[in-house]
């Protein structure tokens, strides 16, 4: 599954940032997420990765996000590893947080 298929494309209009026409990803917003008391939490092992851990968890890999945007404060950015021994936060409520990915991004 080709994670940028749903990102829509625009075309430039502002001739003061670029050519007239050219296009680009529109970016993407992700929700906030707030805890929930059924939230799971994990330690991490050597070689989790987020889409790992999505698909452990949640049975797609396309939804690493949600794990990496739940636990801002323990990624790196353009990463998809873990330090080893990290708790991490599984978010609960799938169905609330794409709907609200849904909403910000339509």
Do not use: C, H
């Not at 970016?27 to 330690?43: A, H, L, R, S, T």
């Not at 790992?52 to 998809?80: C, E, H, R």
């Amino acid at each position: 599954m080709n994670r940028y298929q749903d990102i829509k494309k625009i075309k430039n209009t502002n001739p003061n940032v670029g050519t007239l026409g050219a296009q680009y990803l529109k970016p993407v917003f992700y929700p906030e997420i707030k805890p929930n008391q059924d939230d799971i939490y994990v330690i991490t092992e050597f070689g989790d990765r987020f889409d790992l851990l999505a698909y452990q968890f949640y049975d797609d890999v396309s939804l690493y996000w949600v794990i990496s945007t739940a636990n801002p404060d323990k990624i790196t950015m353009g990463s998809l590893t873990i330090k080893e021994g990290t708790q991490l936060k599984i978010p609960s409520g799938l169905n609330n947080i794409i709907e609200q990915y849904n909403k910000l991004n339509n």
